[in-house]
């Protein structure tokens, strides 16, 4: 049953452990909500300005 779930690495290399695995996967996720964080900074700045344009006129 381990063997079903715990895909096998071919080659030289080591097959890597549960906890690199899951630095790895953080550090993805991090990586895009970062950008998803800058993203959105940058659209609510574009609205904040349409929103200024709209009220000094």
């Known amino acids: 049953m381990s063997e079903e779930t715990v895909p096998q690495q071919g080659g030289s290399g080591q097959p890597k452990g549960l906890l690199q695995q ?20 940058a659209a609510g700045d574009c609205e904040r300005g349409v929103v200024e344009e709209g009220q000094a006129g």
């Open 22 to 41: 899951m630095e790895e996967l953080m550090a993805a996720l991090n990586a895009d909500l970062s950008a998803l964080d800058a993203d959105l900074q």
